[in-house]
């Protein structure tokens, strides 16, 4: 199912037709390129997870068109007709150890492949190997997940989708509540998942540093709708139009940008390897030894 995603005009209204009527997003256009990092941005209440939710058919437009490859979703498409493209999505919802319910780490992993109609030994297999990739030990496959530290249940839990072998893994916030180091570690982890294995990711993220520093592809939301995409470069090249939005700008452009109102102009500085890179080059340094 590796293919681009178009949203085109897409609407949606929760509890449509009831006096509880409340527009989640309205005529909604952008892309989710294939095989790419793609980071969903924008302030509470703007319709991030609204638009996630129709990835995988949780959520079915009511207005205008989703296009999956050949798979179109529309108001009037029925959600047994998604069954084909929900196989290949995972969806990583905020705080997901709160879905954990088995008596066995390795029990709660085998769960959604065996539901999705594979065998003990091939679910077994499945839940093995995403264990190890999200680096849970054998040693907790028999524990409870309810016994493990907050990381870790996290961990497990993104294990469980990552057994599905999604093409589609959409991260809801993943990091949210972990230390730093928590943080970075998955951060890498999704970001070698996506390059490795060619998967597509969709990342909700409030985090700018994560934008700049993982992203292909940034879609900007505010108020229900799609307000700016293109590359991390483009979105974060217009400071002004960034802080009228009171949208966040990474570190390092801020860090360049004062060094530009002191003469020192660095080109095209995102994240803090780049402008590591760079202040050494200038400096004299060995810049790009790695
Ligand atoms: N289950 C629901 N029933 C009614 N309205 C909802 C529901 N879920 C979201 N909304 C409304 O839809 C709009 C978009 O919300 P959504 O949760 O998609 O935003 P978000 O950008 O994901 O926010 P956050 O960053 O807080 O997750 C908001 O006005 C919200 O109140």
């Not at 400071?239 to 004062?258: C, G």
């Not at 530009?260 to 400096?283: F, P, S, Y």
């Amino acid at each position: 199912m590796a293919m681009a995603i178009n949203f085109k005009e897409v609407g949606f209204t929760y509890q449509l037709g009831t006096p509880f009527a409340t527009p989640g997003l309205h005529a909604v256009n952008f892309t989710i390129p294939e095989k790419a990092f793609t980071a969903v941005i924008g302030h509470t209440g703007s319709g991030k997870s609204t638009m996630v939710q129709h990835l995988d058919g949780l959520l079915i437009p009511t207005a205008g068109k989703i296009e999956l490859g050949t798979v179109t979703i529309e108001p009037a498409t029925k959600l047994r007709e998604l069954n084909a493209v929900r196989a290949h999505v995972g969806l990583v919802f905020q705080f997901p150890e709160a879905q954990l319910f088995e008596q066995s780490v390795i029990r709660d992993v085998m769960f959604g492949p065996k539901n999705f109609g594979k065998s003990e030994d091939e679910a077994h297999q499945a839940a093995v190997q995403a264990l190890r990739l999200v680096g849970m030990a054998a040693s907790y496959d028999e524990r409870s997940p309810f016994d493990l530290s907050g990381g870790q249940m996290r961990r497990v839990a993104i294990a469980g989708v990552l057994a599905m072998e999604p093409d589609l893994l959409i991260l809801d916030e993943p990091t949210a509540g972990l230390d730093p180091a928590g943080q970075t570690e998955l951060m890498e982890l999704f970001a070698k998942l996506q390059r490795e294995r060619a998967m597509a990711v969709v990342l909700i993220t409030h985090q700018m540093e994560d934008v700049a520093k993982y992203a292909d592809h940034v879609i900007v939301f505010e108020k229900g709708t799609v307000i700016q995409e293109g590359s991390p470069s483009e979105i974060f090249a217009d400071e002004a139009w960034l802080k009228a939005r009171q949208l966040d700008v990474p570190l390092a452009r801020q860090f360049a940008d004062q060094l530009a109102a002191k003469g020192i102009e660095l080109t095209n500085v995102l994240d803090m390897e780049q402008l590591a890179d760079q202040l050494a080059e200038r400096l004299g340094g060995h810049a790009n030894v790695h």
